[in-house]
């Protein structure tokens, strides 16, 4: 156990919906990072917050946005969903900026998301 | 840009070892992490390196060349559990992972 939670486990939505995905980090780090993990794919970088902003961006659209709350809990908000957004969505928290092995990133159990 | 290359699939026998190897180009470089990811399961931490070399835990082990841009990572005495895929992780120059495809490792009995 990693100590990093996220809700909910699973979600089924409709093409165009809005969804929000939530997770809380693992105690002592400040950094959340989210991924999108496509069925047979390595998980693929959305974006991090560091301190309640935005610190980094994968190749991933507008509609893909995020916060992070001063407990450095997060979510990952997605608009106007599409059918190639159904995927195991991740976060992963770690303690920025710690150096060496410190830095790995400790991921929560996934939502998955199914868009119809 | 960026890109990290690893075996899409592996098989291997129980008792045996195995080595899974790991090509990478990346804008910068703050270390290479190897992750264990069961099937429906979240990625969990297995190895870190930073310099050249190996490093030994337990039965996994994992190297380094960054002059080459490769790794690899080493599992002995292969038990039943060991079947997952193994995912390749990068840290460039910036504050993200940059992440292989993963290799679906199969241990037969």
């Known amino acids: 156990e990693t100590g990093v939670t996220q809700s909910p486990t699973h979600l089924i939505k409709t093409r165009g919906q809005q969804v929000t995905l939530r997770c809380s980090s693992q105690s002592g780090h400040n950094t959340v990072s989210w991924y999108q993990q496509a069925l047979g794919q390595g998980p693929q970088f959305i974006f991090q917050y560091y301190r309640e902003e935005e610190n980094g961006r994968g190749n991933f659209p507008p509609r893909f946005s995020g916060l992070q709350f001063p407990n450095y809990s997060s979510e990952l908000n997605v608009n106007a969903l599409e059918l190639d957004d159904s995927a195991l969505y991740l976060c992963?928290?770690?303690?920025?900026?710690?150096?060496?092995?410190?830095?790995?990133?400790?991921f929560g159990p996934g939502t998955r998301l199914t868009v119809l | 840009g960026q890109n990290i290359d690893q075996p899409t699939e592996m098989t291997a026998t129980e008792g045996a070892i195995v080595q899974i190897n790991c090509t990478y180009q990346?804008?910068?470089?703050?270390?290479l992490f190897w992750y264990q990811q069961h099937a429906g399961e979240a990625p969990t931490f297995l190895s870190y390196?930073?310099?050249?070399g190996l490093e030994e835990k337990g039965r996994f082990s994992s190297f380094l060349s960054r002059s080459k841009g490769y790794s690899y990572l080493l599992l002995k005495e292969l038990q039943m559990k060991d079947s997952a895929s193994y995912l390749c992780a990068v840290r460039g120059g910036g504050q993200n992972f940059v992440f292989g495809p993963g290799t679906r490792l199969s241990v037969l009995p």
């Open positions: 390196n930073v310099l050249d």
């Open positions: 990346t804008s910068g470089f703050n270390g």
């Open positions: 992963a928290s770690s303690l920025e900026p710690a150096g060496g092995e410190a830095d790995t990133q400790y």
